[in-house]
Protein backbone atom coordinates (compact mmCIF):
# COMPACT_ATOMS: atom_id res chain seq x y z
CA UNK A 1 0.00 0.00 0.00
CA UNK A 2 0.80 3.54 -0.35
CA UNK A 3 1.20 3.69 3.30
CA UNK A 4 3.82 1.09 3.96
CA UNK A 5 5.53 2.42 1.11
CA UNK A 6 5.99 5.50 2.26
CA UNK A 7 6.71 4.13 5.94
CA UNK A 8 9.42 1.86 3.95
CA UNK A 9 10.78 4.39 2.43
CA UNK A 10 11.11 7.01 5.58
CA UNK A 11 12.75 3.84 7.26
CA UNK A 12 15.16 3.83 4.79
CA UNK A 13 16.46 7.49 4.23
CA UNK A 14 16.69 7.53 8.42
CA UNK A 15 18.84 4.33 7.67
CA UNK A 16 20.72 6.20 5.30
CA UNK A 17 21.23 9.02 7.39
CA UNK A 18 22.61 7.36 10.41
CA UNK A 19 25.12 5.17 8.30
CA UNK A 20 26.19 8.34 6.54
CA UNK A 21 27.29 9.91 10.36
CA UNK A 22 28.66 6.57 11.20
CA UNK A 23 30.92 6.59 8.28
CA UNK A 24 31.65 10.07 8.62
CA UNK A 25 32.84 9.53 12.49
CA UNK A 26 34.73 6.88 11.10
CA UNK A 27 36.65 8.83 8.84
CA UNK A 28 37.11 12.08 11.03
CA UNK A 29 38.45 9.86 13.91
CA UNK A 30 40.63 8.11 11.44
CA UNK A 31 41.98 11.61 10.42
CA UNK A 32 42.26 12.73 13.66
CA UNK A 33 44.88 9.60 14.89
CA UNK A 34 46.51 9.49 11.66
CA UNK A 35 47.47 13.38 11.72
CA UNK A 36 48.61 13.46 15.42
CA UNK A 37 50.63 10.08 15.50
CA UNK A 38 53.94 11.99 14.32
CA UNK A 39 53.25 14.61 17.01
CA UNK A 40 52.96 12.19 19.55
CA UNK A 41 56.08 10.38 18.77
CA UNK A 42 57.94 13.99 18.58
CA UNK A 43 56.86 14.29 21.82
CA UNK A 44 58.19 11.36 23.35
CA UNK A 45 61.67 12.12 21.61
CA UNK A 46 64.33 12.73 24.26
CA UNK A 47 66.26 15.87 23.99
CA UNK A 48 68.78 15.16 21.57
CA UNK A 49 65.59 13.58 19.05
CA UNK A 50 66.24 10.07 19.90
CA UNK A 51 63.35 7.61 20.40
CA UNK A 52 63.53 6.79 23.98
CA UNK A 53 61.72 2.99 23.64
CA UNK A 54 62.09 -0.08 21.52
CA UNK A 55 59.69 0.35 18.29
CA UNK A 56 59.68 -3.46 18.19
CA UNK A 57 57.80 -3.64 21.95
CA UNK A 58 55.40 -0.62 21.02
CA UNK A 59 54.27 -2.63 17.74
CA UNK A 60 54.05 -5.81 19.50
CA UNK A 61 51.62 -3.88 21.66
CA UNK A 62 49.76 -2.79 19.20
CA UNK A 63 48.83 -5.87 17.65
CA UNK A 64 48.37 -7.53 20.92
CA UNK A 65 45.68 -4.91 21.81
CA UNK A 66 43.92 -4.66 18.33
CA UNK A 67 44.12 -8.79 18.81
CA UNK A 68 42.25 -8.17 21.85
CA UNK A 69 39.76 -5.84 20.54
CA UNK A 70 38.55 -8.11 17.39
CA UNK A 71 38.06 -10.89 19.92
CA UNK A 72 34.92 -9.55 21.57
CA UNK A 73 33.30 -8.93 18.54
CA UNK A 74 33.77 -12.30 16.67
CA UNK A 75 32.63 -13.84 19.77
CA UNK A 76 29.36 -12.02 19.67
CA UNK A 77 28.25 -12.62 15.96
CA UNK A 78 29.05 -16.21 16.92
CA UNK A 79 26.70 -16.17 19.11
CA UNK A 80 24.19 -14.15 16.85
CA UNK A 81 24.66 -16.79 14.26
CA UNK A 82 23.71 -19.65 16.45
CA UNK A 83 19.82 -20.60 16.01
CA UNK A 84 19.45 -19.80 19.82
CA UNK A 85 20.44 -16.55 19.81
CA UNK A 86 17.69 -13.45 20.37
CA UNK A 87 20.35 -10.98 19.11
CA UNK A 88 20.35 -9.19 15.58
CA UNK A 89 22.99 -9.68 13.23
CA UNK A 90 25.71 -7.21 13.72
CA UNK A 91 26.48 -6.27 10.41
CA UNK A 92 29.15 -3.98 9.10
CA UNK A 93 29.36 -3.25 5.24
CA UNK A 94 26.81 -3.56 2.46
CA UNK A 95 26.07 -7.53 2.37
CA UNK A 96 24.09 -9.62 -0.28
CA UNK A 97 24.05 -12.67 2.46
CA UNK A 98 24.52 -13.67 6.54
CA UNK A 99 27.86 -12.66 8.02
CA UNK A 100 30.06 -15.46 9.10
CA UNK A 101 31.95 -14.59 12.07
CA UNK A 102 34.39 -17.94 11.62
CA UNK A 103 33.57 -19.89 8.52
CA UNK A 104 35.21 -22.39 6.27
CA UNK A 105 38.85 -21.11 6.90
CA UNK A 106 41.67 -23.42 5.38
CA UNK A 107 44.95 -23.54 6.72
CA UNK A 108 45.54 -21.73 2.84
CA UNK A 109 42.70 -18.73 3.73
CA UNK A 110 44.37 -18.38 6.81
CA UNK A 111 47.93 -18.34 5.75
CA UNK A 112 47.43 -15.50 3.24
CA UNK A 113 46.93 -13.12 6.23
CA UNK A 114 50.39 -13.64 7.16
CA UNK A 115 52.20 -11.66 4.03
CA UNK A 116 50.52 -8.08 5.08
CA UNK A 117 51.45 -9.22 8.81
CA UNK A 118 55.07 -8.90 7.67
CA UNK A 119 54.96 -6.08 5.91
CA UNK A 120 52.77 -3.87 8.41
CA UNK A 121 55.74 -4.98 11.12
CA UNK A 122 58.47 -3.63 8.57
CA UNK A 123 56.48 -0.26 8.24
CA UNK A 124 55.28 -0.10 11.54
CA UNK A 125 58.65 0.23 13.08
CA UNK A 126 60.20 2.35 10.04
CA UNK A 127 57.33 4.76 10.99
CA UNK A 128 59.07 5.22 14.22
CA UNK A 129 62.72 5.17 12.94
CA UNK A 130 61.39 7.88 10.00
CA UNK A 131 60.81 10.40 13.34
CA UNK A 132 64.31 10.58 13.78
CA UNK A 133 64.97 11.85 10.20
CA UNK A 134 62.39 14.35 9.41
CA UNK A 135 59.97 16.45 11.40
CA UNK A 136 56.41 15.46 11.68
CA UNK A 137 54.66 17.82 8.94
CA UNK A 138 57.10 16.31 6.66
CA UNK A 139 56.89 12.74 7.32
CA UNK A 140 52.73 13.63 6.97
CA UNK A 141 53.46 15.21 3.88
CA UNK A 142 55.98 12.90 2.67
CA UNK A 143 53.81 9.42 3.61
CA UNK A 144 51.43 11.37 0.54
CA UNK A 145 53.77 9.28 -1.61
CA UNK A 146 51.35 6.35 -0.58
CA UNK A 147 49.19 7.52 -3.20
CA UNK A 148 51.35 7.00 -6.46
CA UNK A 149 52.51 3.75 -5.22
CA UNK A 150 48.88 2.48 -3.90
CA UNK A 151 47.23 3.51 -6.98
CA UNK A 152 49.79 2.05 -9.45
CA UNK A 153 49.59 -1.28 -7.01
CA UNK A 154 45.81 -1.19 -7.26
CA UNK A 155 46.12 -1.29 -11.46
CA UNK A 156 48.58 -4.05 -11.26
CA UNK A 157 46.55 -6.05 -8.51
CA UNK A 158 43.36 -5.21 -8.32
CA UNK A 159 43.10 -3.94 -12.09
CA UNK A 160 41.44 -0.54 -11.53
CA UNK A 161 41.70 1.81 -14.25
CA UNK A 162 43.66 4.81 -13.75
CA UNK A 163 42.60 7.91 -16.33
CA UNK A 164 44.84 10.01 -17.63
CA UNK A 165 44.11 13.12 -15.35
CA UNK A 166 44.65 10.68 -12.07
CA UNK A 167 48.28 10.17 -13.92
CA UNK A 168 48.76 14.00 -13.71
CA UNK A 169 47.39 13.82 -9.94
CA UNK A 170 50.29 11.45 -9.08
CA UNK A 171 52.93 13.38 -11.02
CA UNK A 172 51.78 16.86 -9.08
CA UNK A 173 51.62 14.61 -6.37
CA UNK A 174 55.94 13.73 -6.48
CA UNK A 175 56.41 17.52 -7.12
CA UNK A 176 55.19 18.61 -3.90
CA UNK A 177 57.42 16.04 -2.41
CA UNK A 178 60.10 17.18 -4.26
CA UNK A 179 59.24 21.19 -3.17
CA UNK A 180 58.94 20.45 0.41
CA UNK A 181 61.95 18.04 -0.18
CA UNK A 182 64.51 20.90 -1.58
CA UNK A 183 62.86 23.20 0.97
CA UNK A 184 63.73 22.21 3.95
CA UNK A 185 67.29 21.43 5.89
CA UNK A 186 69.03 17.96 5.10
CA UNK A 187 70.55 17.59 8.32
CA UNK A 188 69.68 18.57 11.78
CA UNK A 189 70.72 21.83 13.22
CA UNK A 190 73.47 21.65 15.80
CA UNK A 191 72.27 22.52 19.06
CA UNK A 192 75.52 21.54 21.33
CA UNK A 193 75.71 25.01 22.53
CA UNK A 194 73.14 26.53 24.00
CA UNK A 195 72.27 29.99 23.80
CA UNK A 196 73.19 32.31 26.45
CA UNK A 197 69.73 33.47 28.83
CA UNK A 198 71.70 36.74 29.91
CA UNK A 199 72.94 37.42 26.54
CA UNK A 200 72.21 40.09 24.19
CA UNK A 201 70.72 37.65 21.36
CA UNK A 202 68.95 35.30 23.86
CA UNK A 203 65.76 34.42 22.05
CA UNK A 204 62.90 32.26 23.80
CA UNK A 205 61.64 30.44 20.91
CA UNK A 206 65.09 29.26 19.89
CA UNK A 207 65.82 28.02 23.20
CA UNK A 208 62.81 25.86 23.08
CA UNK A 209 64.27 24.52 19.34
CA UNK A 210 67.32 23.81 20.74
CA UNK A 211 65.72 21.59 23.35
CA UNK A 212 62.89 20.21 20.72
CA UNK A 213 64.68 19.81 17.50
CA UNK A 214 61.31 18.93 16.06
CA UNK A 215 60.83 22.99 16.21
CA UNK A 216 62.69 23.27 13.12
CA UNK A 217 61.91 21.19 9.67
CA UNK A 218 64.27 19.13 8.50
CA UNK A 219 65.14 15.87 5.90
CA UNK A 220 68.09 13.57 6.38
CA UNK A 221 68.92 11.58 2.85
CA UNK A 222 68.61 8.63 4.77
CA UNK A 223 65.35 9.98 5.58
CA UNK A 224 64.32 10.19 2.10
CA UNK A 225 65.43 6.55 0.77
CA UNK A 226 63.97 4.91 3.54
CA UNK A 227 60.38 6.90 3.24
CA UNK A 228 60.56 6.19 -0.39
CA UNK A 229 60.84 2.31 0.75
CA UNK A 230 58.04 2.88 3.49
CA UNK A 231 55.46 4.15 0.64
CA UNK A 232 55.95 1.19 -1.83
CA UNK A 233 56.15 -1.65 1.51
CA UNK A 234 52.81 1.02 2.74
CA UNK A 235 51.21 0.45 -0.96
CA UNK A 236 51.60 -3.19 -1.26
CA UNK A 237 50.46 -4.05 2.32
CA UNK A 238 47.37 -2.12 1.53
CA UNK A 239 46.25 -3.61 -1.68
CA UNK A 240 46.91 -6.70 -0.55
CA UNK A 241 44.90 -6.67 2.84
CA UNK A 242 42.03 -4.85 0.17
CA UNK A 243 42.21 -7.95 -2.23
CA UNK A 244 42.19 -10.88 0.48
CA UNK A 245 39.39 -9.51 2.54
CA UNK A 246 37.24 -8.75 -0.30
CA UNK A 247 37.67 -12.31 -1.62
CA UNK A 248 36.03 -13.48 1.17
CA UNK A 249 32.69 -11.46 0.97
CA UNK A 250 30.34 -12.87 3.85
CA UNK A 251 33.26 -13.09 5.96
CA UNK A 252 33.36 -11.07 9.17
CA UNK A 253 35.82 -8.29 9.09
CA UNK A 254 36.33 -8.88 12.68
CA UNK A 255 37.48 -12.55 12.11
CA UNK A 256 39.64 -11.83 8.83
CA UNK A 257 41.07 -8.82 11.45
CA UNK A 258 41.75 -11.07 14.18
CA UNK A 259 43.77 -13.37 11.89
CA UNK A 260 45.78 -10.64 10.43
CA UNK A 261 46.79 -9.69 14.12
CA UNK A 262 47.64 -13.04 15.12
CA UNK A 263 50.29 -13.05 12.90
CA UNK A 264 51.14 -9.68 13.78
CA UNK A 265 51.54 -10.46 16.98
CA UNK A 266 53.29 -13.73 16.29
CA UNK A 267 56.03 -12.02 14.10
CA UNK A 268 56.38 -8.57 16.00
CA UNK A 269 57.31 -10.49 19.14
CA UNK A 270 59.89 -12.69 17.59
CA UNK A 271 61.05 -9.14 16.21
CA UNK A 272 61.49 -7.71 19.46
CA UNK A 273 62.84 -10.92 21.12
CA UNK A 274 65.29 -11.11 18.02
CA UNK A 275 66.55 -6.91 18.22
CA UNK A 276 66.29 -6.60 22.28
CA UNK A 277 66.00 -10.10 23.59
CA UNK A 278 62.57 -9.52 25.40
CA UNK A 279 59.59 -6.86 25.60
CA UNK A 280 60.93 -3.81 27.13
CA UNK A 281 58.54 -1.04 28.53
CA UNK A 282 61.88 0.68 28.65
CA UNK A 283 61.30 4.69 28.33
CA UNK A 284 57.56 4.48 28.26
CA UNK A 285 55.60 7.15 29.35
CA UNK A 286 51.97 7.81 29.35
CA UNK A 287 52.16 9.22 25.77
CA UNK A 288 53.33 6.18 24.62
CA UNK A 289 50.79 4.27 25.93
CA UNK A 290 48.54 7.02 23.64
CA UNK A 291 49.92 5.98 20.85
CA UNK A 292 49.76 2.31 21.66
CA UNK A 293 45.87 2.47 22.45
CA UNK A 294 44.77 4.96 19.08
CA UNK A 295 47.09 3.08 16.69
CA UNK A 296 45.60 -0.01 17.94
CA UNK A 297 41.65 1.52 17.31
CA UNK A 298 43.22 3.14 13.89
CA UNK A 299 44.07 -0.47 12.65
CA UNK A 300 40.55 -2.02 13.43
CA UNK A 301 39.19 1.16 11.35
CA UNK A 302 41.57 0.97 8.73
CA UNK A 303 40.06 -2.73 8.66
CA UNK A 304 36.79 -1.65 7.67
CA UNK A 305 37.81 0.76 5.29
CA UNK A 306 39.36 -1.85 3.77
CA UNK A 307 36.89 -4.36 3.42
CA UNK A 308 34.26 -1.96 2.43
CA UNK A 309 35.30 0.64 0.61
CA UNK A 310 39.19 0.67 -0.96
CA UNK A 311 42.71 1.77 -0.23
CA UNK A 312 41.80 5.51 -1.56
CA UNK A 313 39.77 6.24 0.71
CA UNK A 314 42.63 5.54 3.60
CA UNK A 315 44.75 7.76 0.82
CA UNK A 316 42.18 10.42 1.47
CA UNK A 317 42.51 10.66 5.20
CA UNK A 318 46.74 10.42 4.83
CA UNK A 319 46.19 13.50 2.87
CA UNK A 320 44.01 15.07 4.77
CA UNK A 321 45.93 14.33 8.20
CA UNK A 322 48.38 15.85 6.70
CA UNK A 323 47.26 19.86 8.07
CA UNK A 324 46.26 18.23 11.32
CA UNK A 325 50.32 17.07 11.91
CA UNK A 326 51.29 20.59 10.70
CA UNK A 327 48.88 22.21 13.17
CA UNK A 328 49.17 20.25 15.91
CA UNK A 329 53.10 20.48 15.43
CA UNK A 330 53.25 23.74 15.17
CA UNK A 331 51.06 24.59 18.22
CA UNK A 332 52.76 21.95 20.35
CA UNK A 333 56.46 21.78 19.29
CA UNK A 334 56.72 25.19 17.81
CA UNK A 335 57.37 24.12 14.70
CA UNK A 336 58.45 27.06 11.93
CA UNK A 337 56.72 25.77 8.99
CA UNK A 338 57.99 27.43 5.66
CA UNK A 339 57.07 28.54 2.52
CA UNK A 340 58.10 25.17 0.43
CA UNK A 341 55.04 23.46 2.86
CA UNK A 342 52.61 25.58 1.95
CA UNK A 343 53.10 25.34 -1.72
CA UNK A 344 53.49 21.30 -1.07
CA UNK A 345 50.39 21.00 0.90
CA UNK A 346 48.42 23.45 -2.17
CA UNK A 347 49.67 20.73 -4.53
CA UNK A 348 48.77 17.70 -2.78
CA UNK A 349 45.01 19.02 -2.18
CA UNK A 350 44.92 20.10 -5.79
CA UNK A 351 46.31 16.76 -6.54
CA UNK A 352 43.56 14.78 -4.52
CA UNK A 353 40.77 17.02 -5.90
CA UNK A 354 42.06 15.94 -9.54
CA UNK A 355 42.34 12.26 -8.25
CA UNK A 356 38.88 11.78 -6.98
CA UNK A 357 37.25 14.53 -9.27
CA UNK A 358 35.55 15.40 -6.27
CA UNK A 359 34.35 12.04 -5.61
CA UNK A 360 35.03 9.19 -3.46
CA UNK A 361 35.33 5.90 -5.21
CA UNK A 362 33.59 3.47 -3.28
CA UNK A 363 32.64 -0.48 -3.88
CA UNK A 364 30.33 -0.98 -7.17
CA UNK A 365 31.28 2.81 -8.85
CA UNK A 366 28.89 4.39 -5.53
CA UNK A 367 29.77 7.62 -4.54
CA UNK A 368 29.98 8.66 -0.91
CA UNK A 369 25.80 10.26 -0.27
CA UNK A 370 24.96 5.92 -1.22
CA UNK A 371 28.12 5.05 0.98
CA UNK A 372 26.56 3.08 3.90
CA UNK A 373 27.36 0.38 6.67
CA UNK A 374 24.14 -1.22 7.30
CA UNK A 375 22.37 -0.04 3.83
CA UNK A 376 19.98 -2.62 2.03
CA UNK A 377 19.95 -2.32 -1.48
CA UNK A 378 16.47 -1.18 -3.11
CA UNK A 379 15.47 -4.39 -4.49
CA UNK A 380 15.90 -5.99 -1.12
CA UNK A 381 13.47 -3.67 0.53
Same mark, same amino acid.
Given at each position: ?17 ? *? ?7 ? /????? =????? &? ?56 ? &? ?13 ? #? ?12 ? *? ?20 ? =? ?68 ? @? ?19 ? !? ?15 ? @? ?8 ? /? =? =? ?14 ? #? ?15 ? %??? &? ?17 ? @? ?14 ? !? ?5 ? #? ?18 ? !? ?7 ? %? ?7
Amino acid at each position: THTQHTHTRTMGSAREAV *NLLLWAGLV /VSSLA =ITGSH &SVLLALCKDPDGSIPFRSASVVTLQELLKLVLCLPAVALQQYQASPSSPLPQLSVGNK &SGPVRACGDWTPLAV #GLYSVPAVLYAINN *NLAVFLQTQMDPASFQLLCNMK =IGTTALLHRLLIGTRITTVQYVALVLLAVAGAVNTLGTDRRRRNFDALPDQHGDFYDERFFFAALHPDST @MFITQLGLLVMLGYCCISGLS !GVYTERIMKRRTHSSVF @MQSAILYSFG /V =I =INTLTALWTDGTISLQ #GFSGLTWVIIVTQAVNG %LLY &SIIMKHANNFLRLFIIAGA @MLISAGLAHWLLALAI !GQPFFVS #GGLVLLAGMLFYNSRLVCPA !GRTLPNFSV %LRQRKHEV
